[in-house]
């Protein structure tokens, strides 16, 4: 009786971990990355997620130059990598604001820091 209870443990414990890592996706890298200090600004802005995903939203927003348009337009198709090319920044504190549907349906939301000097 225990053997059963044992196995049958292992394999919950192994498909709920399975289904937990699925819907995981995570930002890996961005460029710039998050608290980079920039002396020139950058050219564009990139993405890199864990899995593909859909953005819905991404934001830039400068602390004093304030919204900074760069032609973002939400997705239809699942990518992993997104990219833009920005105008020029002037030197500034800058938050991208991301939001995002995952491959199961959840939606994720973030935000990152970049400074130009």
Do not use: C
């Not at 209870?5 to 998050?34: C, Q, R, W």
Request: without cysteine.
């Amino acid at each position: 009786m225990q053997l059963i209870y044992k196995i049958g443990l292992i394999l919950m414990l192994t498909f709920s971990a399975g289904a937990f890592a699925h819907g995981n996706v995570e930002l890996e890298s961005s460029s710039p990355s998050d608290n980079t200090m920039l002396m020139n600004a950058p050219e564009s802005l990139t993405l890199t997620y864990s899995k593909p995903l859909r953005l819905m939203k991404v934001s830039l927003k400068g602390n004093e130059t304030g919204d900074i348009d760069f032609d973002f337009t939400p997705t239809s198709e699942q990518q992993a990598t997104y990219s833009w090319q920005l105008p020029a920044l002037k030197a500034d504190s800058y938050t991208v604001e991301w939001i995002a549907i995952g491959g199961d349906g959840h939606k994720m939301k973030s935000t990152f820091s970049f400074m130009v000097h």
